[in-house]
């Protein structure tokens, strides 16, 4: 279990000791994007989906998951986050959606799960906003854009 820092010697799961790293400025930012029809992407761009501003409430339960991630992944630490965007980039030639979410704290430990929580939660909400019009929307992509900060310093996925 060599590099592996969630597990003791024992191979029982452990939350990581983290009170001796020090406060560093960390940022991380996720990306992924919903896929649906072409009637949903016209309501959403023209503001007609019955339930409301899909996007705009998808943005607030993104960053609300964000806040919220060490609730729901066992071994993440609460941190006290300073920032946390979520935006959108329409797509129409592929009637899609893609969100990025980027995270910031000046903390002991990343946002990288913060960062994915938040993406993940955004496209979940536009799925639940829509899914009246298109139970066939997809989730797709969902992966860290890049992260910096922190022991292991600067990282940019190769595969964007």
Known sequence: M???????????????DVSEKQNTARVATAQGKIVVNEAVYTAICDGSVKKGDVLGVARIAGIMAAK?????????????????????????????IEA?????VNGQTGVEMEALTAVNV?????????KALDKTMQL??????????????EFVNPNL
């Open 2 to 16: 060599s590099g592996l820092t969630h597990f003791d010697q024992a191979g029982k799961a452990i939350m990581v």
């Open 68 to 96: 919220r991630t060490s609730e729901l992944i066992p071994m993440c630490h609460p941190l006290l986050i300073t920032k946390c965007l979520v935006d959108f980039k329409m797509l129409p030639e592929q009637s899609a």
């Open 100 to 104: 990025s979410a980027t995270v910031k």
């Open 122 to 130: 955004t496209l979940l909400t536009i799925y639940d906003m829509c």
């Open 140 to 153: 797709q992509d969902i992966c860290l854009v890049q992260k910096s900060g922190g022991k292991s310093g």
